[in-house]
């Protein structure tokens, strides 16, 4: 049968002057998506339950972290995104 994962991903911004941040994500929200499941997609059931799934996470975080700058970068603060937090990962 298929398996599933659902991820819930919160965005921590690097600055808290930077008031745009929420606009920003709003707005490329769709994109953001798309990184994850293309992200998501290129993984097999064994890395995301396997003895390595804890690389697999942190490595899914850190790329999830330069795609997501990627796309909400604006000029002068190139590396607005600070954190990337999976409050949900589950697998069904």
Known sequence: GKRYIVVDVY???DERK???FKERVKDNSVAL???VT???EALTVDDLVGVQSRVIKARV???LL???NSVLKVKGNPYPVEKIVFSKW???
């Open 38 to 40: 293309s992200e998501l």
């Open 90 to 92: 589950i697998m069904q």
């Open 33 to 35: 998506q798309e990184k």
């Open 11 to 13: 965005i921590k911004r």
């Open 18 to 20: 930077d008031k745009k």
């Open 61 to 63: 975080r850190r790329n």
């Open 66 to 68: 330069k795609e997501f």
